[in-house]
């Protein structure tokens, strides 16, 4: 019973609540309700207003971009943008592989000095 009291209340509630908005709407419209003509919104804004208007978008719309880059840019993190570098190993001779076989006793002192030979060093 008293959820039926509740909803009853809250029924009335919105219905004063609303009462007023609905009378507003059924007005009838008079000649300076609309403010049409030579002195649209009575002398305030006009050119003036038109000028600013387009500015103001541009401005938000340059203001969205710069935010949406920062957060991408955040979300990537400071080497998001970079592009990943290859580091090549230094290119080796054959004269430096024979040299490492040399170092290592893979070959002798005969054999390092034959082919050092025909590798023109």
């Not at 600013?52 to 080497?79: K, Q, S, T, W």
């Not at 054959?94 to 023109?120: C, M, N, S, T, W």
């Amino acid at each position: 019973m008293k959820d039926v009291f509740k909803a009853m209340r809250a029924t009335a509630a919105s219905a004063f609540t609303l009462a007023p908005i609905s009378a507003w709407a059924q007005q009838p419209a008079g000649p300076e309700s609309y403010c049409w003509g030579p002195n649209m919104m009575y002398g305030h804004g006009g050119w003036f207003g038109m000028f600013f208007g387009p500015l103001f978008m541009i401005f938000g719309l340059a203001i969205a971009i710069a935010l949406a880059i920062v957060i991408v840019r955040a979300l990537l993190g400071p080497a998001g943008w970079e592009t990943p570098t290859r580091r090549t190993p230094p290119e080796r001779t054959p004269l430096d592989i024979l040299k490492e076989r040399y170092a290592r006793g893979e070959i002798d002192k005969e054999e390092f000095d034959q082919r050092r030979h025909v590798l023109g060093e």
